[in-house]
Nanobody
Framework: VQLQASGGGLVQAGDSLRLSCVAS?????????MGWFHQAPGKEREFVAA????????YYAPSVKDRFTISRDHAKNTVHLQMNSLKPEDTAVYYC?????????????????WGQGTLVTVSS
């Protein structure tokens, strides 16, 4: 399974960005859980959001709840992260991840496959 993330960039505080991540590979299935994590400079990788394939189970980190929205396009094996009202503290490399379970997971250890990351920089 391969994950290709895109959509990062340099924006100002208050702006929006939409990240995308495309999954490929013969073993990937649309029912797999998919999530986003981020890693700020000098810090550990942290959970951002996860969504199951139905959309009924969606989890967010408290710091992004009500600002970020995770969505999925099953026809394109893609997960998006719509980020609104961005803050300088959102600056990080954002990683998408997937795992062959149907229940969303907030833990890094729960994910088997990772994308290469896309950098989001928010200036004040």
């Amino acid at each position: 399974v391969q994950l290709q993330a895109s959509g990062g960039g340099l924006v100002q505080a208050g702006d929006s960005l939409r990240l995308s991540c495309v999954a490929s590979g013969r073993t990937f299935a649309s029912k797999w859980n998919m999530g986003w994590f981020h890693q700020a400079p000098g810090k550990e990788r942290e959970f951002v959001a996860a969504r199951d394939w139905t959309g009924h189970a969606t989890y967010y980190a408290p710091s992004v709840k009500d600002r970020f929205t995770i969505s999925r396009d099953h026809a394109k094996n893609t997960v998006h992260l719509q980020m609104n009202s961005l803050k300088p503290e959102d600056t990080a490399v954002y990683y998408c991840a997937t795992t062959p379970t149907i229940v969303p997971d907030r833990n890094i250890q729960g994910y088997n496959y990772w994308g290469q990351g896309t950098l989001v920089t928010v200036s004040s």
